[in-house]
């Protein structure tokens, strides 16, 4: 059973507009939450990380809001830009457990140039 | 440079041919763990080790082993591929569990063909 889940497999946004990816998750105990980029032929990269003790996390263009009431996390980039083409994937985790990390299906993001 | 390192990145096989993949960080890092990604199903856990001599189950371990006898290395072995085994392998690596230490680390991905 997938505990998190983003379904919008892919998403494509003009560049210099914003970019929204969404993500949902099952399980109350996950407590930290991270995203990750990947491009073809290289491993996933870690973006940026949210605790559940906050509601935002900003670093440069990328913003992370994690809304606890709706299991709800979202990865927001403005402006866009080409480079950031790639497939994002949305984790979870607990933190006093193992730091094993459950991963969404992931979320293809097409910039247009 | 610190990394991640995977070996082979590619690798074509047959059912019941046992094989290893390796995995090496140079990090110091304690945690390490291997995912495989197959499309629909994003990345899913088959092992994770916290530390050396220490290995558990992720979430997808049947037909897979591991060992961790030295901190730096965590091979995968497949005693007996199978074409369901077919997939995109990935090992990662984080300093350890904890606030500090939960981004994970990801070598470049071995795919991995059983016919």
């Known amino acids: 059973d997938q505990q998190v889940k983003q379904n919008s497999p892919s998403l494509s946004v003009q560049e210099g507009r914003i970019s929204i990816l969404n993500c949902d998750y099952t399980?109350?105990?996950?407590?930290?939450f991270l995203w990750y980029k990947k491009y073809p032929a290289e491993g996933p990269t870690f973006l940026i990380s949210?605790?559940?003790?906050?509601d935002k996390n900003e670093d440069g263009r990328f913003t992370v809001f994690l809304n606890k009431s709706a299991k709800h996390l979202s990865l927001h980039i403005v402006p866009s830009q080409p480079g950031d083409s790639a497939v994002y994937f949305c984790?979870?985790?607990?933190?006093?457990?193992?730091?094993?990390?459950?991963f969404g299906t992931g979320t293809r993001l097409t910039v247009i140039p | 440079e610190a990394q991640v390192t995977q070996n082979p990145r590619y690798l074509i096989t047959v059912t019941g041919k046992k094989l290893t993949v390796t995995c090496s960080q140079n990090?110091?890092?304690?945690?390490m763990s291997w995912y495989r990604q197959d499309p629909g199903l994003g990345l899913r856990q088959i092992y994770y080790?916290?530390?050396?001599?220490?290995?558990d189950k992720g979430d997808v371990p049947e037909g897979y082993k591991v060992s961790r006898k030295e901190k730096r290395n965590f091979p995968l072995i497949l005693e007996s591929p199978s074409p369901n085994q077919t997939s995109l392998y990935f090992c990662?690596?984080?300093?350890?569990?904890?606030?500090?230490?939960?981004?994970?680390?990801f070598g470049p991905g071995t795919r991995l063909t059983v016919t």
């Open positions: 080790s916290m530390n050396v001599e220490v290995t």
């Open positions: 949210i605790s559940s003790i906050k």
């Open positions: 984790a979870a985790s607990v933190l006093t457990g193992a730091n094993n990390l459950f």
């Open positions: 399980n109350s105990m996950f407590d930290y």
């Open positions: 990662a690596s984080s300093l350890s569990p904890g606030l500090a230490g939960y981004e994970q680390y």
């Open positions: 990090m110091n890092h304690e945690y």
